[in-house]
C-alpha cells in the first residue's frame, strides 16, 4: 500500500494550526500537526510546495526511511519551518501505522511505562490576590504541579499573565494577538528580579511544601541574572526553572550551574537533538522542553529523549494552545511510553477548538491519559475547519523601558 492523497489544511478555530492529512490507497486516514505559532503559512507552504508531491506513492509504513528521507533529504537541515513540517508528516506515518495495528500510539512505541500523566497548570495573577486565587482553583480540581507567573510592579504587561484576567479566571492568557503586527509589550529585569522571590515565598507559605512549583524565565535574562534568579529561588524548591537565559547559546547555563542547584528546563524552540548536544551531555538542564510539533514528530522527538534519557535527563514537553490537538496527542503517546517522563505541559484548548478537533485523550484530577482509540485518537473535523479562515496572529515583540528590542 502506499500514500494516495496529501492535503494541507490551516486553520483558525480561536486561533491559528496547520493539519496535514494523509490518506492510504486503502484508505486508512493519518493526521499530523505542523503549527509554527506566527509563521503557520511557512509551515504550511513548505508542506504544500515541497513535500507533498515527494510523499504520494511512498509505502507508508516506511516511517524512519520517511523521516530521513525528509531530513537528509533536503540537504538544508533542521529549523523550525523544516523540522514543523516533518513533524506533521512523521506523526501521520504513526497514525496510519497504529490505526492498521488497532492500537492506540504507545502500544507502538514500547507500551505505557506508567498510567497516567502529571500534567502542569498555569496559574498566573497581576497581584498576590489574584494569583492565589487561580492557584486555589488549580489545587481544588486536583493539580500537583503549578505554573507561576506574576505581574511585576511598574510594568503594564508581563508574559505569562493576562492584562484583562479577572481573579481566578483560568485559561485566559492568549499572548498572539490577532493583528496584521506584533504587540509591543515593556520589561525591566530588575524590577522582576527583587520581586519574583517575594512571590514565591508567599506561594509556599500559603500551599505549603508539596504543591510542585515551577516558573518561565521566558528568555529574558542574562546568564548571571538567570544565575541570581535561579540562586534566590532554591529556598522555594521549585520543579524547574524555564528558559532562565536564550537557550541557544547552550555554554551560558554553565555559568547557572555554577551557581544553583534549582533544576533548569529549556528547548521550546529548539528543533533538533543536536540544539541540545551541550546541555545534555553536561548535564546543564534537567528538563527537555520541546514538542514533537516542532521537534521533527515522534520520530525526532524519540531520537532526543532516548539521549537525554541515557543522561538521566527527564521529559517536560512543551503542550501549550499553539500546538493542535493532534500535536498534543503525539507528545502524550511519547509520554505514556518513554521511562524518563518528568511532566507534562497542559493548557486545555477552548471549546472552539476542541469542538474541530476531536481527541482521545482525558483528564482527571491532575493527570492526563492520551486514550485507547487507536492511532494518535486525534483528527480534524473538516468541515468545522472551512468555518474558520486563517486569521494573521503573531507573538508580541517586547521592549525594555528606554525603548531597546529584548528577548520576549
Ligand atoms: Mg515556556
Redesign the pocket.
Same mark, same amino acid.
Given at each position: 500500500m502506499s500514500i494516495s492523497t496529501a492535503d494541507v489544511i490551516v486553520t483558525s478555530p480561536g486561533r491559528n494550526f496547520v493539519t496535514l492529512k494523509l490518506v492510504t490507497s486503502d484508505g486508512v486516514v493519518g493526521w499530523g500537526d505542523a503549527t509554527l505559532n506566527g509563521r503557520e503559512l511557512a509551515a504550511a507552504a513548505y508542506l504544500r510546495d515541497h513535500l507533498v508531491d515527494t510523499l504520494i506513492g511512498r509505502d507508508e509504513d516506511r516511517i524512519e526511511d520517511t523521516w530521513q528521507y525528509l531530513y537528509r533529504g533536503a540537504y538544508w537541515r533542521r529549523g523550525p519551518v523544516t523540522m514543523a513540517a516533518i513533524a506533521a508528516v512523521d506523526m501521520a506515518l504513526w497514525d496510519i501505522k497504529a490505526k492498521k495495528a488497532g492500537v492506540p500510539l504507545y502500544q507502538l512505541l514500547g507500551g505505557a511505562s506508567r498510567e497516567k500523566l502529571r500534567v502542569y497548570a498555569h496559574a498566573s495573577g497581576n497581584d498576590y490576590a489574584a494569583l492565589s486565587q487561580a492557584i486555589r482553583g488549580y489545587v481544588e480540581e486536583g493539580y500537583t504541579a503549578v505554573r507561576i507567573q506574576t505581574g511585576v510592579p511598574g510594568l503594564d504587561s508581563v508574559y505569562g499573565v493576562s492584562a484583562t484576567a479577572k481573579p481566578g479566571e483560568k485559561y485566559d492568557y492568549e499572548p498572539a494577538h490577532r493583528s496584521a503586527r506584533p504587540d509591543e509589550e515593556e520589561w525591566d529585569t530588575p524590577a522582576y528580579l527583587r520581586h519574583v522571590p517575594t512571590i514565591f515565598e508567599k506561594v509556599r507559605e500559603e500551599f505549603g511544601p508539596e504543591l510542585r512549583l515551577l516558573h %518561565?524565565g =521566558?528568555h529574558r535574562m542574562s546568564p548571571i541574572e538567570a544565575a541570581r534568579l535561579a540562586k534566590s529561588l532554591e529556598p522555594h524548591d521549585l520543579l524547574w526553572l $524555564? %528558559?532562565a537565559t536564550p537557550g541557544e547559546d547552550q555554554d551560558a547555563f554553565r555559568l547557572i550551574r555554577q551557581h544553583s542547584t534549582t533544576p533548569l528546563a529549556t528547548g $521550546?524552540v529548539f528543533n533538533s537533538v543536536y540544539d541540545y548536544q551541550t546541555l545534555i551531555t553536561e548535564r546543564l538542564i534537567d528538563y527537555v522542553?520541546s514538542a514533537p510539533t516542532h521537534t521533527g514528530g515522534v520520530t525526532g522527538m524519540k531520537k532526543l529523549l532516548d539521549f537525554a534519557g541515557i543522561y538521566g535527563i527527564r521529559s517536560g514537553l =512543551?503542550g501549550p494552545t499553539d500546538v493542535s490537538p493532534i500535536g498534543m496527542a503525539a507528545a502524550l503517546h511519547i509520554d505514556l511510553a518513554i521511562h524518563n517522563f518528568g511532566i507534562q505541559e497542559y493548557m486545555p484548548h477552548s471549546d472552539l477548538t476542541l469542538e474541530t478537533f476531536r481527541t482521545s485523550y482525558t483528564f482527571d484530577r491532575g493527570f492526563l491519559h492520551p486514550g485507547d482509540t487507536p492511532g494518535l485518537g486525534a483528527e480534524l473535523d473538516e468541515t468545522l475547519a472551512a468555518q474558520h479562515p486563517y486569521t494573521p496572529a503573531y507573538l508580541p515583540v517586547n521592549r525594555l523601558l528606554d525603548g531597546t528590542l529584548h528577548d520576549w
Open positions: %518561565d =521566558h $524555564e %528558559d $521550546e522542553r =512543551h
